[in-house]
């Protein structure tokens, strides 16, 4: 071999060797996107964010979240005020998301990782939009990974894995501020009930050291249960939580129930109930309460049906069970028995 073929072979075999150590290097060396925040400029936005929106299966938003003067309302339920917390909750994750890792570009490959096209009906990936005055940010949010999600910025075909976790409801009803009523029981002075098809009562405090009632509207025959446990729950409307709001019009109150509280401050709270299907409505009205007042006007609200249930209580419930009579004694069982036969009469003796 000839000196020069051999330099030529020996300058090839260091070219294949350098080539191979910078792509073992190359590929084991951190991403410089690795560690970096997926939205760095939402930080100084933050506070100037005027809208949140989510798509899922639809080109349209199936979800807004947006100011309405100073307030977040839910534009889907006809601008009710929104959960706060939730909606900064979710606008802390998108801010503190960080790359962890570089996943796939190749659009065949999305739909494994939950980060398709979410405007696709079926699509299982979830966009969420977010409007500040010097910026539009949009995100496919997709499979839950590790501590966080596979993602994708809308318009890039790049996609990632991001910590910490980035979770939202898609459905408006988990988006209203659910506090309702929240009233405390020691307040309620008074209560009358009207069941739709059933009979009517009222409920009147005798005492509010010791938290007895008197019913009034029982039926002749029939004892109520004790002053103590007339006494409407100490849960009836404390706390009361809505799980979905609606126009009024949108519920059929033709065939409801009524009940009428009045409290100690002199306000009067008239509740409204219908059952529609599985789903339990109540329509409110205060005489004394401009804030709830406001919340309830022209609404109707889903709660509960344990909640409802407590409010529109049967006459029957308060009222001592009926004695059931005592089941006839069974005959003796003697009467039972088969007659033992009787001995035949000795023959006269002889004379």
């Known amino acids: 071999m000839s000196r020069q073929r051999f330099a030529l072979l020996l300058v090839g075999a260091l070219v294949v060797i350098s080539a191979a150590i910078y792509s073992s290097v190359q590929r084991n060396r951190p991403h410089e996107t690795q560690g970096a925040l997926l939205w760095p400029t939402l930080a100084a936005e933050l506070n100037a964010v005027t809208a949140v929106s989510v798509r899922k299966g639809s080109p349209t938003p199936t979800l807004t979240v947006h100011k309405t003067g100073d307030v977040w309302t839910v534009a889907e339920r006809a601008d009710y005020p929104a959960d706060v917390a939730k909606l900064r909750k979710l606008l802390l994750a998108l801010r503190d998301a960080k790359i962890i890792e570089d996943k796939t570009s190749d659009p065949a490959r999305y739909s494994a990782i939950g980060v398709e096209d ?13 409007t500040a005055p010097s910026a539009t940010h949009a995100l496919i949010v997709g499979k839950p ?14 996609s990632y894995s ?20 929240d009233t405390a029981t020691a307040l309620i002075q008074s ?20 938290n007895s009632f008197s019913l009034d509207g029982g039926p002749a025959g029939r004892k109520p249960l004790d002053a103590h446990a007339l006494a409407p729950s100490a849960t009836l409307l404390t706390g009361l939580t809505a799980e979905d709001v ?17 409290l100690s401050d002199g306000n009067v709270l008239t509740l409204t109930g219908a059952v529609i299907a599985d789903k339990h409505w109540l329509q409110v009205q205060a005489s004394k309460d401009a804030a709830l007042t406001a919340k309830a006007q022209g609404r ?11 409010i529109f209580k049967p006459l029957d419930q308060l009222l001592v069970p009926k004695e059931t009579p005592a089941p006839k004694a069974a005959p003796a069982a003697a009467a039972h028995a088969p007659k033992k036969p009787q001995p035949l009469a000795s023959a006269p003796a002889a004379p």
């Open 118 to 130: 979410p405007t696709q009906a079926g699509s299982a990936a979830v966009e969420v939009i977010v």
């Open 145 to 158: 990974v590790g501590e966080g999600n596979f993602v994708r910025r809308a318009g890039e075909k790049q």
């Open 162 to 181: 991001v910590e910490p976790a980035i979770s939202l409801e898609t459905e408006p009803r988990f988006w209203i501020d659910s506090r309702f009523i």
């Open 191 to 210: 209560i009358e009930v009207k069941p739709a098809g059933a009979p009517a009562y009222t409920l009147h405090r005798l005492n509010a050291a010791d």
């Open 246 to 262: 609606s126009p009024v019009g949108a519920i059929d109150f033709g065939r409801s129930s009524q009940a009428i509280v009045t």
């Open 300 to 310: 109707a609200f889903e709660v509960a049906s344990y909640r409802y249930d407590a």
